[in-house]
T-cell receptor
Framework: DADVTQTPRNRITKTGKRIMLECSQT?????MYWYRQDPGLGLRLIYY???????NKGEISDGYSVSRQAQAKFSLSLESAIPNQTALYFC?????????????????FGSGTRLTVV | AQSVTQLGSHVSVSEGALVLLRCNYS??????LFWYVQYPNQGLQLLLK??????LVKGINGFEAEFKKSETSFHLTKPSAHMSDAAEYFC????????????FGSGTRLSIRP
């Protein structure tokens, strides 16, 4: 099984519908993130969570909400989907090792959810 | 504010030729730097990372990158391109404080000509 699992892999939905994208991880990481990828724009941060009780907005949070149900689960919701939310969405996790030159600030990514809003 | 600039949204090289993907960063503190690769229909996979231990970093699949503080660069190279290297490559920076997040460049698509 993958370390970071996203469901669904693909989804087509209609404008105005509510949709939830789910992410679960077996890494045991405290930190989880949601990014969206658009051609030519790289990855942009939507929301992030440093632990179960900590939720923070990223650079493009408007139109999205999140829920951190457990250490291993972090869901992204589009309350009323619109066409410009059509994108590839990635969940990622990380584990901050405090101090030291070998601290790992890298992320582990899921395989992505391709969302199309029509 | 931290940022990453990748020069060239698309790079095409012949099989066996040198691969050079350019990345410049802006950071107010010594950063942690990364290169990620995304193969078609897949998520991002870590190629290599710079964490101040050594300026020349070797990664997977024969890739390496050199941190040059004076040029604020972290260019990715591979001596001989293989068809399987065709993918999108992202440079990324993390200032490394406890509350920081990774900031990604806009990506460079690498194509390999037979």
């Amino acid at each position: 099984d993958a370390d970071v699992t996203q469901t669904p892999r693909n989804r087509i939905t209609k404008t105005g519908k509510r949709i939830m994208l789910e992410c679960s991880q077996t890494k045991g990481h405290d930190r989880m993130y949601w990014y969206r990828q658009d051609p030519g724009l790289g990855l942009r941060l939507i929301y992030y969570s440093f632990d179960v009780k900590d939720i923070n907005k990223g650079e493009i949070s408007d139109g999205y909400s999140v829920s951190r149900q457990a250490q291993a689960k972090f869901s992204l919701s589009l309350e009323s989907a619109i066409p410009n939310q059509t994108a590839l969405y990635f969940c990622a996790t990380s584990d901050l090792e405090s101090g030291g030159p070998e601290a790992n600030y890298g992320y582990t990514f899921g395989s992505g959810t391709r969302l199309t809003v029509v | 504010a931290q940022s990453v600039t990748q020069l060239g949204s698309h790079v095409s090289v012949s099989e066996g030729a040198l691969v050079l993907l350019r990345c410049n960063y802006s950071s107010s503190v010594p950063p942690y730097l990364f290169w990620y690769v995304q193969y078609p229909n897949q998520g991002l996979q870590l190629l290599l990372k710079y964490t101040s231990a050594a300026t020349l970093v070797k990664g997977i699949n024969g890739f390496e990158a050199e941190f040059k503080k004076s040029e604020t660069s972290f260019h990715l190279t591979k001596p001989s391109a293989h068809m399987s290297d065709a993918a999108e490559y992202f440079c990324a920076v993390n200032p490394g404080s406890s509350a920081s997040k990774i900031i990604f460049g806009s990506g460079t698509r690498l194509s390999i000509r037979p």
